[in-house]
C-alpha cells in the first residue's frame, strides 16, 4: 500500500473507534462533517481538478436531501433505495445544468450557478405542499438492511461507510485516466481540446459527479438533522461549501474532510459570540489565500513531513489550482 | 401599466447604479467584487452617523457616505485585493465573499441591527401627469444613475486616467511595460467604483431605511444586472438595470407579485443561455 | 507503592462525591436546583431579523431581573440560557435539542413562528414544556392540540379576522384588501380576513403576495390602487408594512393602513414620521407611555437592565411573557417538574397578567389568548380606539 493509502485507512480506523465514547452531540457534530466531506469531495473534482466555480452546490444537495426525505416519509420508500434515486437525481439534475453552463467562462459560470441555486430554494418554497416549505419535513431514521441507524452512533457509523466509499471511490477516478486529462484540461484547454481531449464532456462529468456527490452529502445530513426546511438551502450554504475545499485545500481528498471540520466547528465553538463566527469565516476566507494558499491540509502536510522526515509526496501548488479555477473554465 | 414602466425605472435606477461601480472595477481590475454591496451599506451608515453627530445638512452627509465609499475600496484593494490579483478568479471570489461577511458583521457590531429611517434626497413631491404619478423621488433616482453612468463613459472616454484605464484590461503587460502605474491604477479604479456603489446605497437607504441586511437582495440582482448586461459593459449594466427593473414591474401586472423577484433569475438564465457573454459583452480573444 | 496509594484514595473520593450527588441530585427534576431554575430559550439574535431577536432577549432579561430582584420563584432564581437560531428553523431544532440534552432545561420559549413550529414537533415528543413563544398560527400552533405548547400570542388567523372585521365594521372599509407574505404566516392572515369577509357578505378586492425579504412594494401597491382599495391590511414584518406606506405615498395611493400586533410599536411611527399618522394596529400590550402601574415597573425594570434598549412590542411582550413564565413555576409548586408545570397552567382559568390582561388554559385549550384592541395613530402617537374584540 503507498503511503497514501496506509494514511487514509488509519484515518478510517480512528474514525472508527473514537466515537465510541464520545457524547450524542458530538457524534451529531462528526456526521455532519461526514456529510459536508462527501460534498467537498465533489465539489474538489469540480473546482479543484477541473477549474469550474459552482456558487450554487447547495441546489444539489437541497435536491438529495427533499428527494430522500420525501420519497421515505411521504411515500414509504425504503432508505437505501430513496437514496439511490436522490442521487441519481443529483446526477441528473447535474448533467441538465452542466450541459448549458459548461458553455460559460469563469465569473459568468459562478453567476449562472448562484442563479440555479437560488432557483432550487424558490423551487422548494413554491411546491411546498410537497416539501413542507418553511416548516419542513420532519425525516425518520434510516434503515440500511435491516441496520437501523436510529441513535446518533449507528447514524454516524452509516455516514462514515458512505464517506469512505466515495473517498475510494474519488481516490480511484483521481487515478483514472479520465481524470488525468481533465487536470491536462485544467492547465491548458487549449492543448487538450488539440491533443483531441473531448473537454466539453470532461467538464459536463465533472459537473454531474460534483452534483452526485453533494446530492448524497444532502442524503445523509438530512437524517442527521432529522428535518429538512428550505432555509437551510440558502445562497450562504454554497458559499459555505465553497470555503470548505478553500480553507481545506484545494484539490485535496484530505482537505476535503479538514475543511468540512472547519465549517462545522468554527460556528459551535464560537456559539457565544453572536454573529461574530461569520467574520471569522469571512477572515479565514481571506487570510488563506493571502497567507497560506494550501489550506489545512497545508498544515497538516507540514507536521506530517516533520513526524515522518520524508518529503510529501507531489501534489499540485495550491496557488496554481485557484489561478486555473476559473480562467479556463 | 405606465406607472409600472415608471416604477420599473426608478427601481431599474438603483439596480444600474449599483451594476456600474461593479462593472467598472471589474472591467478594469478583472475583480467582481461580491463585497460591493456592504462598502455601499457601510458607507451609508458612515455619512448618517456622521448626519446625526453634526447636523450638517443632510447633502453633506450624502458627500462623506461617497467619500467613505472611495476611502473603503481603496483600504480593500490597498489590503486585500493587490495580493490577491494575480492569484486568479477563485481567489478574488473567496476573498470578495470573506469581505462581505467582515464588513457586513463589522456594520451589525457597530452600529447594532436596528432600522432607522434615512433621509430622501429628493424630497417628496408628487406629480401627476397623463394619470401617472411621478415623484420628484423617481426623477431624481432616475436621472443620477442616468448622470453618473455618462460621467462614468466620459471619463474613461476623454480623461488620460480614463484611456489608462481602458489600456489595462486590453493588455496588462503590455500596459506596465509603456509606463502605466498599474497600482495606482487600480486603486483608482476601486475608489470610483466604490464611491459609485455608495451613491446607490444612498439612493436605497430611504426605500428600505437604513439597516445591516439593507443590501442583500440588491446586490445579487446588481450581479444579475451586470451579467445580463456583460460584466465589462458599463452601457450594458446601465440598458440592463433598466430594462429588469421595468420587465419585473410590468410583467407583475399580469402575473401573481410574489413572483417579482424570480424574474431575475430566469432572466438570466435565458440571457447566458443564448449568449454566454452578456447581451453586450465583449467577446475577449484568446491568444494561443 | 506511594502512587498506588494516592490513585486510591483519590477513587475513593470520587466514589463519594459520586454518591452524595446521587443522593442529593435524585428529588429534583431536570432544570431545577436547590437554587435555581434553568430555563432555555432559541432567539433569533443573528440572520434576517436580529432587530427583533435582541429585543426579546432584552425583555426576557429585565423580567429575569425583575423576578430574581424580589426573592426568586419559591426561593429559587431563575436562570436563562439563549440559543442563537438565526431564524432557521433547523438550527432552532437543534437549539432545542442542546437545551434539553446538554443543558437540561425546565422548559423553554422563543422566538420565530417556522422556528416555534420545528422547536415545538421536538419538544412535543421530548415531553417538555414551550411556553409562551412568540410567534403565531392558528394550524401549526395555536390549535394544534399540541400537549406541551402554551401561546399567549393570538394566532395570526384570528387577529386577522377581527382587524378586518373591526375595520369594515367600524371605519368605514368597503374595499379591504391585504398584503401579505408569501409563506405560512402570510396564509394564515389570508385565511382569517377572508373568514371576516365571508362573514360580512363581501369579498377580498384584492390580495397581493410578495416573497419574503422583498424591499420594494411597488408592484404590489400599485395593483392595489389599481383595483381600488379602501384599506390595505398589512401581513407582514414592521418595516415591510413601513415600505408599503411609503410605496403608496410614491405613487399618490392613499388608503387605510392596518396591521397586527408587531406593528403596534412605536418604531413604526419613527420610520415613516408624518407618513404614520391614521395607521390602525391590534394591539394586547399597554403601550409604554400608557398610565398603568405595571406599565412603569416595567419600564424601571428595562432601564435597570438595559438602560439602551427602547420599550418596542417585542421587549414589551417578551418581558409579561417571561413573567408569566415565573408565575406558572410558581404555580408548579415547591418542586416543579415538567408535568407539574403544564397541569398548573391548564388550570389558569383566567390568570391575570398585569399586562396582558386575563389568560384562559384548559385541558383541552391551550389559546390563551383570543382577543385584541384596536389602536390609531393619531398626533404622532398611538391611541386606543376599542375595548377587547373577540373573533366575529
Redesign the interface.
Given at each position: 500500500m503507498t503511503r497514501a493509502q496506509i494514511f487514509g485507512w488509519a484515518v478510517v480506523a480512528v474514525a472508527a473507534v473514537v466515537p465510541l465514547g464520545l457524547a450524542?452531540?458530538w457524534l451529531y457534530l462528526l456526521t455532519l462533517i461526514g456529510a459536508y466531506g462527501v460534498v467537498a469531495l465533489g465539489l474538489n473534482l469540480l473546482t479543484g481538478l477541473s477549474g469550474q466555480i459552482s456558487l450554487g452546490h447547495a441546489g444539489f444537495f437541497a435536491i438529495g436531501a427533499y428527494t430522500s426525505a420525501i420519497l421515505t416519509s411521504k411515500y414509504g420508500l425504503p432508505y437505501p433505495a430513496a437514496a439511490a434515486l436522490a442521487v441519481a437525481a443529483g446526477w441528473g439534475v447535474g448533467l441538465l445544468v452542466g450541459i448549458p453552463a459548461v458553455r460559460l467562462q469563469g465569473l459568468y459560470l459562478a453567476i449562472a450557478t448562484l442563479a440555479f441555486g437560488i432557483g432550487v430554494e424558490r423551487v422548494i418554497?413554491t411546491f411546498?405542499g410537497l416539501t413542507g416549505?418553511?416548516?419542513?419535513l420532519?425525516i425518520d431514521p434510516p434503515a440500511v438492511l435491516g441496520f437501523a441507524a436510529n441513535s446518533p452512533l449507528k447514524l454516524y457509523y452509516l455516514v462514515l461507510v458512505a464517506a469512505t466509499l466515495c473517498v475510494l471511490f474519488i481516490a480511484n477516478i483521481v487515478r483514472s485516466s479520465q481524470v488525468r486529462m481533465l487536470v491536462a484540461m485544467r492547465d491548458s484547454e487549449l492543448a487538450a481540446a488539440c491533443m483531441g481531449i473531448n473537454v466539453t464532456r470532461l467538464k459536463v462529468l465533472a459537473f454531474a459527479i460534483s452534483a452526485a456527490l453533494a446530492a448524497l452529502g444532502g442524503v445523509l445530513y438530512a437524517p442527521a438533522?432529522?428535518?429538512?426546511?428550505v432555509?437551510?438551502f440558502t445562497l450562504w450554504l454554497s458559499i459555505t461549501f465553497i470555503s470548505m475545499i478553500v480553507v481545506g485545500g484545494l484539490g485535496s481528498i484530505t482537505g476535503s474532510f479538514l475543511g468540512a471540520a472547519f465549517v462545522v466547528i468554527v460556528p459551535e465553538l464560537l456559539?457565544g459570540f453572536?454573529?461574530y463566527y461569520?467574520i471569522v469565516y469571512g477572515l479565514a476566507m481571506i487570510l488563506v489565500f493571502v497567507f497560506w494558499p494550501k489550506g489545512l491540509v497545508g498544515f497538516v502536510d507540514l507536521i506530517g513531513r516533520r513526524i515522518g522526515g520524508a518529503p510529501s509526496p507531489a501534489r499540485p501548488p495550491a496557488i496554481a489550482l485557484s489561478k486555473k479555477a476559473g480562467e479556463n473554465s | 401599466m405606465d406607472?409600472?414602466v415608471i416604477?420599473g425605472l426608478?427601481?431599474g435606477s438603483v439596480y444600474a447604479l449599483l451594476a456600474l461601480g461593479l462593472v467598472f472595477i471589474n472591467r478594469i481590475t478583472q475583480v467582481a467584487t461580491f463585497a460591493h454591496g456592504e462598502v455601499a451599506a457601510c458607507a451609508a451608515f458612515i455619512g448618517f452617523s456622521i448626519f446625526q453627530a453634526t447636523g450638517m445638512p443632510f447633502v453633506v452627509a450624502v458627500l462623506c457616505s461617497i467619500v467613505a465609499g472611495g476611502v473603503l475600496g481603496y483600504a480593500i484593494e490597498r489590503i486585500v485585493i493587490r495580493r490577491v490579483q494575480t492569484s486568479g478568479l477563485l481567489a478574488t471570489i473567496i476573498v470578495t465573499l470573506g469581505l462581505y461577511f467582515v464588513i457586513h458583521n463589522a456594520i451589525?457590531a457597530i452600529w447594532?441591527?436596528?432600522?432607522?429611517?434615512y433621509p430622501a434626497i429628493f424630497g417628496?413631491t408628487?406629480v401627476?401627469f397623463a394619470g401617472v404619478?411621478i415623484?420628484s423621488?423617481?426623477i431624481g433616482v432616475i436621472a443620477t444613475a442616468f448622470l453618473i453612468a455618462i460621467a462614468l463613459a466620459a471619463y474613461l472616454r476623454w480623461t488620460r486616467t480614463g484611456l489608462a484605464l481602458r489600456a489595462i484590461p486590453q493588455n496588462r503587460y503590455g500596459a506596465e511595460v509603456i509606463g502605466l502605474n498599474l497600482r495606482r491604477l487600480s486603486a483608482t479604479a476601486w475608489i470610483i467604483g466604490s464611491a459609485v456603489g455608495a451613491m446607490a446605497g444612498v439612493l436605497i437607504a430611504?426605500?428600505?431605511?437604513l439597516?445591516?441586511?439593507?443590501m442583500?437582495?440588491?446586490l445579487i440582482k446588481a450581479f444579475a444586472v451586470a451579467a445580463l448586461g456583460g460584466l465589462d459593459s458599463l452601457v450594458g449594466a446601465f440598458v440592463g438595470g433598466l430594462l429588469l427593473g421595468v420587465i419585473?414591474?410590468v410583467m407583475?401586472?399580469y402575473i401573481?407579485?410574489?413572483l417579482?423577484?424570480?424574474i431575475a433569475f430566469f432572466f438570466i438564465f435565458i440571457v447566458l443561455l443564448v449568449q454566454p457573454k452578456g447581451l453586450f459583452g465583449r467577446v475577449r480573444m484568446e491568444k494561443v | 507503592m506511594k502512587q498506588n496509594k494516592k490513585l486510591q484514595s483519590a477513587v475513593a473520593a470520587a466514589a463519594l462525591m459520586l454518591g452524595a450527588v446521587q443522593m442529593s441530585g435524585g428529588a429534583l427534576a431536570q432544570g431545577v436546583t436547590d437554587k435555581t431554575v434553568k430555563i432555555g430559550a432559541y432567539d433569533a439574535?443573528?440572520g434576517?431579523i436580529?432587530?427583533t431577536?435582541?429585543q426579546m432577549n432584552a425583555g426576557w432579561q429585565a423580567a429575569l431581573l425583575a423576578i430574581n430582584d424580589a426573592g426568586g420563584i419559591n426561593g429559587r432564581k431563575l436562570e436563562l440560557l439563549v440559543?442563537?437560531d438565526g431564524?432557521?428553523?433547523?438550527r432552532a431544532?437543534?437549539a432545542a435539542r442542546?437545551l434539553v440534552?446538554?443543558d437540561q432545561v425546565l422548559l423553554v420559549t422563543g422566538l420565530g413562528t417556522?422556528s416555534t413550529?420545528?422547536a415545538a414537533?421536538y419538544l412535543e415528543q421530548a415531553n417538555v414544556p414551550l411556553l409562551f413563544p412568540m410567534g403565531a398560527s392558528s394550524t401549526?400552533l395555536n390549535e394544534a392540540g399540541l400537549k406541551q405548547l402554551f401561546m399567549v400570542h393570538p394566532a395570526y388567523l384570528t387577529q386577522a379576522q377581527i382587524i378586518v372585521g373591526w375595520m369594515i365594521d367600524h371605519a368605514g372599509v368597503k374595499k379591504p384588501c391585504l398584503i401579505y407574505q408569501?409563506?405560512?404566516a402570510g396564509e394564515d392572515h389570508l385565511a382569517g380576513a377572508k373568514a371576516a369577509v365571508a362573514a360580512r357578505g363581501m369579498q377580498l378586492t384584492a390580495a397581493?403576495?410578495?416573497?419574503r425579504?422583498?424591499?420594494?412594494f411597488?408592484?404590489?401597491v400599485?395593483?392595489t390602487k389599481g383595483a381600488g382599495c379602501d384599506m390595505i391590511y398589512t401581513a407582514a414584518t414592521l418595516?415591510a408594512a413601513?415600505?408599503m406606506v411609503?410605496a403608496a405615498?410614491?405613487?399618490?395611493?392613499k388608503p387605510k393602513f392596518a396591521g397586527f400586533t408587531t406593528q403596534a410599536d412605536s418604531?413604526l411611527i419613527?420610520?415613516?414620521?408624518p407618513l404614520a399618522e391614521g395607521f390602525y394596529a391590534a394591539d394586547i400590550l399597554p403601550q409604554p407611555d400608557a398610565d398603568d402601574p405595571a406599565v412603569k415597573t416595567f419600564l424601571a425594570n428595562l432601564k435597570k437592565s438595559a438602560p439602551d434598549i427602547e420599550p418596542t412590542f417585542f421587549t414589551t411582550y417578551a418581558y409579561a411573557a417571561m413573567m408569566l413564565i415565573g408565575d406558572a413555576i410558581r404555580d408548579a409548586g415547591d418542586n416543579p417538574t415538567r408535568a407539574s408545570v403544564v397541569a398548573a397552567l391548564e388550570k389558569w382559568n383566567p390568570h391575570n397578567s398585569p399586562l396582558l390582561g386575563p389568560i384562559y388554559f384548559s385541558k383541552t385549550n391551550h389559546d390563551g389568548k383570543r382577543s385584541v384592541y384596536m389602536i390609531q395613530v393619531t398626533d404622532g402617537k398611538w391611541n386606543k380606539v376599542s375595548d377587547w374584540i373577540e373573533p366575529k
Open positions: 450524542d452531540y418554497y411546498k416549505g418553511p416548516y419542513g420532519m438533522i432529522g428535518f429538512v426546511s432555509e437551510q456559539r453572536g454573529a461569520q | 406607472q409600472a416604477n426608478a427601481e451589525v447594532g441591527p436596528e432600522v432607522r429611517p417628496d408628487t401627476r404619478a415623484s423621488q423617481h430611504p426605500l428600505t431605511f439597516n445591516s441586511n439593507m442583500g437582495a440588491p419585473e414591474n407583475v401586472v401573481p407579485t410574489y417579482k423577484d424570480s | 439574535l443573528t434576517p436580529p432587530l431577536g435582541k440559543e442563537d431564524y432557521e428553523p433547523s431544532m437543534a442542546k440534552d446538554r417556522p413550529v420545528v414537533k401549526q408569501e409563506d405560512p397581493e403576495a410578495f416573497e425579504g422583498t424591499t420594494d411597488s408592484a404590489q400599485l395593483k418595516e413601513a415600505r411609503t405615498d410614491r405613487i399618490g395611493f418604531t419613527k420610520l415613516l414620521g
